[in-house]
Structure formats: structure tokens, C-alpha cells
């Protein structure tokens, strides 16, 4: 069930901000962006994110309506996080955040480990 934000807001960018702020939020969209996730691979991606922080988060972003928990096909009861319908929708401001990160790297003095290759459907089953 998404939660609702039924208030006004003075910009459009306040309301983004509102649902994607906090901190990893973005950055949790942006690992799901490539594909649904266990909950081991998520952690894997974010190190420096407490497992209470990633619990949280991910309650919060599916109160949000922006993933959901599902099962991955032929897996039995695995439980992997996607992205909704409305948590596609920001796929391209999540690709126009990383791909803005990747350029003022290294103006900032910024090290970004190798990005993470695209995971194909066959890659998901066999890394899973």
C-alpha cells in the first residue's frame, strides 16, 4: 500500500524529494533499477548501509509504493525486492543521477568503484 502525502507542496521538486530523500533511498532505486534483488544482494551492493538502515528503507520505499517484495519465478518462496510500476517511472531520473555522478567524479575528486555490468534475465537466474 503506497502512503500518502496528501498536503500541498509549493515545487514539484519538494514532493520528489519528499519521497525519494533519506538517505540510500536513491541509491537502493538505482541497484533495483538493474532488476529485482534479494535482500543478501542488496546488502552486498550498499556495505557502508546498516541492516537496520536497509531494513527500514525498504519497508519505507515499499510503504512509498516505489518496490514491492515478491518472489523470484521458480525459486519457491525466495524473496526478492522490485521496482513498481511507480518506481519505474523514475528510472530515467535514477540514470540521469548516475550517469551526472560518473561525470563530476572526477572534478570533485571522487573515486566510483567499476560500475555494475546490466544483469540479464539468464545472469539473475544463475546468480540467485
Known amino acids: 500500500m503506497a502512503s ?14 519528499e519521497v525519494l530523500g533519506g538517505k540510500w533511498k536513491v541509491v537502493m532505486l538505482a541497484r533495483l533499477k538493474e532488476g529485482p534483488l534479494r535482500y543478501a544482494e542488496l546488502r552486498r ?13 525498504l519497508r519505507e ?4 509504493g516505489l518496490i514491492q517484495r515478491g518472489t ?9 525486492y522490485a521496482l513498481t510500476k511507480r518506481g519505474e517511472s523514475a528510472r530515467p531520473t535514477l540514470q540521469a543521477l548516475y550517469d551526472w555522478g560518473l561525470r563530476i567524479a572526477d572534478e570533485v575528486g571522487a573515486h566510483i568503484e567499476a560500475p555494475r555490468p546490466a544483469r540479464t534475465a539468464a545472469t539473475r537466474r544463475n546468480t540467485a
Open 4 to 17: 500518502s502525502l496528501n498536503r500541498t507542496f509549493n515545487c514539484p521538486v519538494e514532493l520528489a524529494l
Open 45 to 57: 551492493l550498499t556495505p557502508r548501509m546498516s541492516e537496520k538502515m536497509l531494513t527500514q528503507r
Open 61 to 64: 520505499l515499499e510503504e512509498q
Open 72 to 80: 523470484r519465478p521458480g525459486t519457491g518462496k525466495q524473496v526478492v
